[in-house]
């Protein structure tokens, strides 16, 4: 028997005045018109307009879920972030993504997947905002909104064009190292347990006593390297669209909880500067031959959003989050993405993103930023205290957090990124990594992309796969002209 207690909620309006009649509009008589004075139905068509936000320009179709960073390592001497503290356990959301398709695209294409954490640490949300691949096409952020382009839909046919990618790709010597590891096996992972994920551009440690060391981040996936081939990923996306989803949220409704290894490589200053390549340099990776992985932690995915909405769609990373122990490096495209990440979310959500419930930090949150738009938090101190400084104990800065200087001293200037850059040697030691059939598998990958691109602009990408490895350019010649014998 259904008592008082066990009711369902009495429906209101968003101004909270109960709701006598959901189903029909307030009319003239029986077939007479709606009045417009009928503020409920205003109300409820006026929310279905709004009931969107502008997609991300970038990493549009995503699947996220909670969990924990559990740090079983000690770099206590090399770092005193709170959250990589020996034992510590952070609470923290991640978002996996493809990069250039809609909202509506389909999940398993062969492209790069964002892999991007916010730990809510006790000092502040330090958010990672890395790929599944350790490195990216372009180093220098001036080339990021061409690239972009390049990837997203032709202004007259409104098609995506291959033309367009391999036209920029064999313009960026650069971008060989990721175009490489895009079109090998890992360009087109099973699911987002499947997959590694990298924080990409080195990141700096600090230490309270003002040592600094460079580092990179990683993450091992425990699930094991699972892929498609293209074939194999166009029959299940004529079955299913959404396959990540339906993976990352099954696995964890069914208590199979995801978990990566938490590695970091270390670079201290004089190795930086014995470093035969731009350590800072995005399309490259530091050997673990010379920086050998140290293992610090494991990162589990165990608790599925309860609203897609609210926690995924409008969670906001940023690489300018940076907690205390942590600091950034001389990475170009990292400096670019600290400006571009929060002002996309001051542009989607607004100028009050951070304090959304899923952005909001889990420690105290005190600064005298004002008014606008969505303004809805309270004052978290005394209301006399909304200058700085005041009489009235307002918050007040705290020199014990100040990063250890950095000195980046030279003389200001355009220069060439390109000038004496060896773009060859990384994306040949992958190359060389890969048997003959997973070489194989990379020569039809990229002869299927650039199937019907102008020759002049295949003949040029092929030019520079032969200057990666002989085999390389062979390879890839052989596989278009078995597509295409006319090429
Ligand atoms: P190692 O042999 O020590 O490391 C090779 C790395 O390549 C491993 O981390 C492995 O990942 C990864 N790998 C294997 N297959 C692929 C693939 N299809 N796409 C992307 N990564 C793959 O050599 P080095 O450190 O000297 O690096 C050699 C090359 O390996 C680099 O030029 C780079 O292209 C690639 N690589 C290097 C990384 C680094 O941080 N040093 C990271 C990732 C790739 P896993 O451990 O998961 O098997």
Redesign the pocket.
Known sequence: MTTKETLPPRLTTTAGAPVADNQNSLTAGLRGPVLMQDWQLIEKLAHQNRERIPERVVHAKGWGAHGVLRITGDISHLTCAAALQPGAETPMIARFSTVAGEMGAADHERDVRGFALKFYTQEGNWDLVGNN???FFVRDPMKFPDFIHTQKRHPRTNLRSTTAMWDFWSLTPESL?QV??LF???GLPVSPVHM?G?GSHAYSLWTSGGARVWV?F?F??RQG?RHYTNAEAREVVGRTREGYQEALFGAIEAGEFPQWTVQV?IMTQPQAEAFPFNPFDLTK?????E?P?IEIGVLELNRNPDNYFTEIEQLAFSPSNVVRGIGHSPDRMLQGRIFSYADAHRYRLGTHYEALPVNRPRCPVHHYHKDGAMRFFENATNPDAYYEPNSFDGPRQDPSFAEPLLDLQGPAGRFDHRDSIDDFT??R??FL??DQA?KARLFDNIAESMRGVPADIAERQIGLFQQVHPEFGAGVCAALDELDPQF
């Open positions: 691949t350790p490195v190292h490489t590891m090998s096996d890992r590694n990298y990179k990683h091992k996936t390297h490589q990776v530091w050997p673990h031959a920086f992985p990384q994306p030691a992958l990594l890969f997973q």
